[in-house]
């Protein structure tokens, strides 16, 4: 027992770390949040009258319906536009894929709701475009409630499907596809009958994604619902009270919403995890030979697609440039957004990039062992570490902000209000990622690399640091600078955790939003939008051998 | 320079059962090897030895000195992967240092051993230069440079010229055999290729699903197989099943389906029922006026199907069951043969019909 203790002493350290942490600021929030949806009033005893208050009120199910409809359309829509980009790009001759490729992934790290904010300030009651087409006679109705925000998530989270896909689309090993030509198939049959459905399982994978993102998101549905109830901004205006707070209610929504999107995931699950399509060696299958005409609709289609999906974001940031009075666009350049925005003080700024590197530390600091015990050491203890610490994608961001506040506003651990408790909320939703990510890393890095040196006489915790640690570097920095851009532009738990003096980028936009001053909302987007795009164009050498297999 | 005693090992797979109860003892400064289909359980007893994999049964000795029990950074042995597993990380000169940095060796110390060993694997001068720049070959001397130079007890090597071409591969067996005398270091090395086994060892343990078929020199291995398996394995067979007729004490007769073939004399009664192992060179087609040799024994055939391989000719003679016999000869067979010859010294019991 000593001796199998003694050879397990690194992945049983990490897996009680990664078990505290997960356990704490995990498992504990969302069982307060479930605890709240089944006690009564008085705290004390079970009851389900809280499901039958939600579930009877016409309100929520609406709102539950709107949530699935618009997710569930966002994910086909994004797998509509996303196949056809990623084959364009794995198989068509176009020009610049570098860049293309580029572009198409920076829609990930943007803050989806700029994009929103965007389209508002464009196609709103009072847009740009809208003012515009309406001064030319042409009616046009404004872009609110299920259209934009459908709008928003494929155009900002098509990549989702995208990237994985073009992976997918390379790996299709040549000769299978040459082996159905060289049997009567046409090129079409064997796209139909060989390649989509080898791919298929990542299509799947992509479309899931959006659609779970679509349900957690908080920001695009509360810029672009209007009145119209959806789960995540609900949950929220119930827990933070506009009229009363009602815990238990939000604890049912934040149920539900965990619901959805288990389901989804089983249901992925079930489709794709029967079916096997690992091909032996890897040959990719070369550029097809497409007529001009066609290369040129590919590239077309590809370079309107990627426009599409960064305008929203050029158009705020040239707007923020813009004088404002009130909500309406006055016209001129100027800086006096950015004036007034910092004149109210620097602390978003600094809030936003303290956090961010905190959090995106401590994620790195935890992530990167537990990934690697994940993959490097294969058991049922691992097997159950990968499961906890890869959940937290699953979780909406409202739910689990929710959550830490029922848990830590009160008993032996008080962090509700202070800065620790919203970079513990971004570690737990980043933790996936990094887990992930050091998992894509590993699998470069060939085993026998670690064992040489053990052989050698160096123990394995010296090995990983010796030899393990600088091999992950790149990969590890690369993740670091997603996970810092990514929970730079977090909104959906930060709304819940924030307090007056730990006000960040995109709180201090969401306020400016709630409010009249455009201007500043457009001018904290633009801040935002430098904040993400920045870092990402720094060690963009580093990301590009990663974003294909991780994001 | 160490024995390496296995003793009783085991290990299983959920119901796989890798090695199954093996024990080998590994002589002082022996060349020793375990040679076997993939799956065999070969790698798996090596990663033992090397303490990457844990033994459900049994122990391991270095020596007096029982070894299982340590991690395997205390146990000094020297291993050389497949893939060399060369630390990209690092220069070719920290790559061979890397060893005797953990075993805290002087830094002057470190840089006469690294010169040396570099030296032996005729990479002199290749110290400062990356992994990337090296070729495949160069990066396996680099390997054995760093197993090697930490002086360890046993050197431990894992199919280590499966990733190098055919020219390439006979020339780097023959340099390793070369310092391992040199050395006089005890040698673990796991193939699965038969010529390269037979070329390079002292001993060789033939494997066959997490069992030791047959320990013995390479000449006994391919001259006096013991099992029918072996017998398949190590070069090509004829195996032929048959019923013991007579038995005189240095010779026996054995009838099967083709004749009756004479065996030299192994331990069965008449009655028994046997399989034998002959080697295609160790049959003759006679000419059609030749006389066999002297106490050589005959067997009448039809010539076959021909197969022209250059420096040999094989064929096949079909017998009276129908059954074809392989051949084996420098020369193509210039008449169409009735008679096959051989020596009865050479043909086999591998092994009783079960």
């Known amino acids: 027992m000593r001796r199998v203790l003694a050879r397990h002493t690194f992945p049983l350290a990490v897996g009680a770390i990664a078990a505290l942490f997960l356990g704490l600021f995990f498992l504990l929030p969302l069982i307060k949040v479930f605890g709240a949806s089944v006690l009564d009033a008085t705290g004390g005893g079970f009851t389900l009258a809280n499901y039958i208050n939600v579930l009877s009120n016409p309100f929520f199910l609406n709102g539950l319906a709107n949530s699935l409809v618009i997710a569930g359309t966002a994910a086909a829509l994004a797998v509509l536009v996303g196949v056809p980009f990623a084959f364009c790009l794995a198989r068509l001759p176009i020009g610049g894929k570098p860049a293309l490729l580029a572009l198409a992934a920076l829609p990930l790290v943007l803050p989806s709701f700029v994009s929103a904010y965007a389209l508002v300030l464009l196609f709103g009651r009072s847009g740009v475009v809208t003012g515009a087409l309406q001064a030319l006679g042409i009616p046009f109705d404004s872009l609110y409630g299920a259209k934009g925000i459908v709008t928003v998530y494929t155009l900002t989270l098509y990549p989702d499907v995208a990237l994985p896909v073009i992976a997918a689309f390379k790996s299709v090993d040549a000769s299978v596809e040459e082996a159905a030509q060289n049997l009567g198939a046409s090129p079409g049959r064997v796209l139909r009958t060989v390649t989509l459905p080898l791919v298929m399982p990542s299509i799947l994978a992509g479309g899931l994604l959006v659609f779970i993102e679509g349900l957690e998101n908080f920001g695009v549905p509360f810029v672009l619902a209007e009145d119209r109830p959806i789960l995540s901004v609900e949950a929220y205006k119930l827990f933070v009270g506009e009229t009363t707070d009602n815990p238990a209610s939000a604890g049912v929504l934040g149920v539900l919403l965990v619901v959805c999107t288990v389901a989804a995931l089983l249901i992925q699950r079930g489709v794709v995890g029967r079916r096997r399509y690992a091909t032996g060696t890897r040959r990719s299958a070369p550029a097809m030979a497409a007529s001009p005409a066609l290369r040129r609709l590919g590239a077309v289609y590809c370079w309107a697609l990627v426009g599409a999906a960064l305008l929203p974001f050029a158009a705020v940031v040239v707007i923020s440039f813009m ?14 957004n950015f004036t007034e925005l910092f004149q109210r003080s620097y602390r978003p700024l ?3 990039l303290m956090l961010a590197t905190l959090a995106a530390c401590g994620a790195t600091l935890i992530g990167v062992p537990i990934g690697y015990i994940v993959t490097r050491h294969r058991s049922r203890l691992s097997a159950l570490i990968d499961i ?3 959940s937290p994608f699953a979780v909406a961001g409202t739910v689990l902000g929710i959550g830490l506040v029922m848990a830590y506003s009160s008993g032996f651990l008080i962090l509700t209000g202070t800065w620790l408790i919203m970079v513990l909320a971004y570690m737990v939703r980043k933790l996936p990622f990094s887990v992930r990510s050091t998992g894509a890393i590993l699998h470069q890095i060939d085993p026998s690399i670690e064992e040489a040196s053990i052989n050698l006489g160096v123990s394995p915790a010296l090995t990983f640091v010796r030899i393990t640690v600088p091999l992950m570097m790149g990969g590890i920095v690369g993740g670091f600078v997603l996970t810092f851009v990514t929970i730079a532009s977090e909104l959906s738990a930060t709304v819940v955790l924030y307090s007056g003096s730990w006000t960040t980028m995109t709180v201090a936009m969401f306020q400016a939003l709630e409010g009249t001053s455009a201007g500043i909302a457009a001018a904290a987007a633009t801040v935002l939008i430098v904040c993400t795009v920045l870092p990402v164009a720094l060690v963009y050498r580093l990301l590009r051998r990663h974003e294909l297999s991780m994001m | 320079m160490t024995a390496i005693t296995i003793d009783g090992v085991a290990r299983s797979f959920g119901a796989v ?30 990663r033992m030895v090397a303490g990457f994999c844990e033994l459900d049964a049994g122990r391991i000795l270095f020596g007096d000195a029982r070894i299982d029990t340590l991690p395997p950074h205390r146990r000094n042995t020297g291993m050389v ?28 110390d470190i840089r006469s051993r690294v010169d040396r060993a570099l030296k032996l694997v005729q990479l002199d001068g290749y110290g400062e230069r990356w992994p990337h720049q090296l070729s495949g070959g160069q990066l396996q001397r680099v390997a054995i440079a760093r197993a090697v130079v930490i002086e360890p007890h046993v050197l431990l090597l894992d199919e280590p010229l499966s990733n190098l071409d055919a020219k390439l591969r006979v020339e780097m067996r023959g340099e390793i055999r070369r310092l391992q005398k040199l050395l006089g270091i005890t040698v673990l090395y796991v193939t ?3 010529e390269e086994a037979l070329a390079i060892s002292d001993r060789v343990a033939v494997m066959r699903a997490g ?11 391919y001259e006096a197989p013991e099992t029918a398996f072996v017998a398949s394995f190590v070069g090509t067979a004829n195996l032929l099943e048959g019923v013991v007729r007579n038995h005189d004490g240095d010779r026996m007769e054995v009838v099967f389906g083709g004749g009756v073939i004479h065996v030299r004399a192994a331990k069965a ?14 049959l003759r087609l006679l000419a059609a006026n030749e006389t066999p040799p002297a106490g050589w024994a005959t067997l009448a055939g039809t010539l076959g199907e021909i197969e022209y391989l250059g420096p040999v000719t094989r064929f096949s003679v079909t017998l009276a069951d129908g059954s074809a016999l392989h051949l084996m000869a420098f020369a193509p067979p210039a008449s169409p043969g009735r008679v096959i010859t051989y020596d009865p010294q050479r043909v086999v019991v591998v092994g009783a019909v079960p």
């Open chain 2, 81 to 108: 992967f497949q893939n060399y597993a060369v630390f990209p990380n690092l220069t070719v000169g920290g790559n061979v240092a890397y060893g005797l940095r953990a075993r805290k060796v002087g830094r002057d």
């Open chain 1, 350 to 352: 600094t809030n936003t």
């Open chain 2, 211 to 221: 069992r030791v078929e047959q320990v013995a020199d390479p000449r006994a291995i």
């Open chain 2, 192 to 194: 699965h290729d038969q």
């Open chain 1, 323 to 336: 004088q404002f009075k009130g909500p309406v666009l006055h016209g001129g350049f100027s800086l006096d």
């Open chain 2, 17 to 46: 059962r890798a090695v199954d109860n093996v024990s080998v003892f590994v002589r002082d400064g022996e060349f020793f090897t375990l040679l076997g289909p993939s799956g065999c359980g070969k790698t798996t007893l090596l």
């Open chain 2, 269 to 282: 009664n008449p009655g028994d029922k046997v399989v034998l192992s002959v080697r295609p060179e160790a």
């Open chain 1, 388 to 390: 906890v610490a890869t």
